[in-house]
């Protein structure tokens, strides 16, 4: 029903924009009927950046890879290739791994693919982590110091290549990954001036609302399926997974393993002694999946965004609310609701 609306749309607004491209798009229903309900997650900050340094501690190579924040499926793949560059290929010793979010996954499928014996410790796995919670859009990370800019560049490289390579596959390894158009409206020029090979477009959406603004094009990551299969894949390939909680470095230390690599991302204050780390919650929305809605969309006001939807298998997911802090993912309702009720009025008859 939702796809007729959206050819009559078309054929209802065309000429209104006939001096530039239209596109009609099929409204999302942020209704109460289709609400399912909040999904949050926390993240690990650091003000100076992931941390990919590797140390050596009582004959144990201890390798970090935590402080992504809320980038950690931007640059996944390359702080991954960048932790198996650190670990010799002459001798496939046993790996321990702590945690199993995206970027411990990540870790494990790389070196089980290299034919190293893995085992990952953490004290929940998919579809009950972090990295599962959060809808996301491929954008490149951005490096909080100067002298990091060299280095971001290279992760953003190497894990969009792997997206890249995934969304090309007929059949590709991990589910979830596709290219997706975005529709921006309401950016000002600095935001637009972000993206590469943006359209200027005038969009009709079903409900009868028009808004001018640009498309560009992404990859989308439906992380209910990507990082389940992360985790399924691994265990195909032979990973050993042990369910403990890692509480500090004497923990970390006493594994059997002599290469450690710590993902644990926000439990790395406590696991590294990490006093700079910093809990970022993001909070959604979830609504019914809704199949019509092959798009994302973000509405700003200016500089600051008031709203995006990305759509995915199981939910549509409206965002986001963002806190720091070790009560960061404390319920807010109030700004939940006005979360909803901006992309209401967003998509209101007129």
Same mark, same amino acid.
């Given at each position: 029903?939702?796809?007729?609306?959206?050819?009559?749309?078309?054929?209802? &607004?065309?000429?209104?924009?006939?001096? $530039?491209?239209?596109?009609?798009?099929?409204?999302?229903?942020? %209704?109460?009927?289709?609400?399912?309900?909040? /999904?949050?997650?926390?993240?690990? *900050?650091? =003000? %100076?950046?992931?941390?990919?340094?590797?140390?050596?501690?009582?004959?144990?190579?201890?390798?970090?890879?935590?402080?992504?924040? &809320?980038?950690?499926?931007?640059?996944?793949?390359?702080?991954? $290739?960048?932790?198996?560059?650190?670990?010799?290929?002459?001798?496939?010793?046993?790996?321990?791994?702590?945690? =199993?979010?995206?970027?411990?996954?990540?870790?494990?499928?790389?070196?089980?693919?290299?034919?190293?014996?893995?085992?990952?410790? #953490?004290?929940?796995?998919?579809? +009950?982590?972090?990295? +599962?919670?959060?809808?996301?859009?491929? $954008?490149?990370?951005?490096?909080? /110091?100067?002298?990091?800019?060299?280095?971001? !560049?290279?992760?953003?490289?190497?894990?969009?290549?792997?997206? /890249?390579?995934?969304?090309?596959?007929?059949?590709?390894?991990?589910?979830?990954?596709? &290219?997706?158009?975005?529709?921006?409206?309401?950016?000002?020029? =600095?935001?637009?001036?972000?993206?590469? *090979?943006?359209?200027?477009?005038?969009?009709?959406?079903?409900?009868?609302?028009?808004?001018?603004?640009?498309?560009?094009?992404?990859?989308?990551?439906?992380?209910?399926?990507?990082?389940? *299969?992360?985790?399924?894949?691994?265990?195909?390939?032979?990973?050993?997974?042990?369910? /403990?909680?890692?509480?500090? !470095?004497?923990?970390?230390?006493?594994?059997?393993?002599?290469?450690?690599? +710590?993902?644990?991302?926000?439990?790395?204050?406590?696991?590294?002694?990490?006093?700079?780390?910093?809990?970022?919650?993001? !909070?959604?929305?979830?609504?019914?999946?809704?199949?019509?809605?092959?798009?994302?969309?973000?509405?700003?006001?200016? *500089? +600051?965004?008031?709203?995006?939807?990305?759509?995915?298998?199981?939910?549509?997911?409206?965002?986001?609310?963002? %806190?720091?802090?070790?009560? #960061?993912?404390?319920?807010? $309702?109030?700004?939940?609701?006005?979360?909803?009720?901006?992309?209401?009025?967003?998509?209101?008859?007129?």
């Amino acid at each position: 029903m939702l796809k007729l609306q959206s050819i009559l749309c078309c054929l209802v &607004m065309a000429s209104a924009f006939a001096a $530039e491209e239209s596109i009609c798009l099929p409204s999302p229903d942020f %209704s109460k009927c289709c609400f399912k309900g909040y /999904r949050q997650a926390a993240f690990a *900050d650091r =003000a %100076s950046g992931v941390n990919l340094k590797s140390e050596i501690i009582g004959g144990k190579l201890l390798i970090q890879n935590y402080g992504h924040g &809320m980038h950690g499926h931007s640059i996944t793949w390359g702080s991954a $290739e960048m932790v198996a560059s650190y670990i010799s290929v002459e001798n496939k010793r046993p790996v321990a791994i702590i945690g =199993a979010g995206v970027n411990g996954l990540s870790v494990a499928n790389i070196l089980l693919d290299r034919g190293y014996p893995v085992t990952i410790y #953490a004290s929940c796995y998919p579809p +009950n982590t972090a990295s +599962n919670i959060s809808p996301y859009l491929w $954008e490149p990370a951005k490096a909080p /110091r100067d002298d990091q800019k060299d280095l971001y !560049k290279k992760l953003n490289e190497l894990s969009y290549l792997h997206f /890249r390579d995934l969304t090309a596959s007929a059949s590709p390894e991990y589910r979830g990954v596709t &290219m997706i158009p975005v529709y921006t409206f309401g950016a000002s020029d =600095a935001i637009k001036a972000e993206h590469k *090979d943006v359209k200027d477009v005038s969009v009709t959406f079903c409900s009868g609302r028009s808004y001018k603004g640009f498309q560009w094009c992404t990859i989308a990551i439906d992380t209910d399926l990507y990082v389940c *299969d992360l985790f399924r894949k691994a265990q195909e390939k032979g990973a050993y997974f042990v369910p /403990r909680t890692i509480k500090n !470095k004497g923990d970390l230390l006493s594994l059997k393993e002599t290469i450690i690599v +710590n993902c644990s991302g926000v439990g790395a204050k406590e696991v590294s002694g990490d006093t700079t780390v910093i809990p970022v919650c993001t !909070k959604f929305m979830t609504f019914e999946p809704q199949p019509s809605i092959e798009y994302a969309a973000e509405v700003f006001e200016g *500089d +600051n965004r008031l709203f995006f939807y990305v759509p995915g298998s199981y939910r549509l997911s409206l965002g986001v609310i963002t %806190s720091k802090g070790d009560k #960061a993912c404390d319920a807010d $309702e109030v700004k939940g609701h006005k979360l909803v009720k901006n992309a209401q009025d967003f998509f209101a008859f007129p």
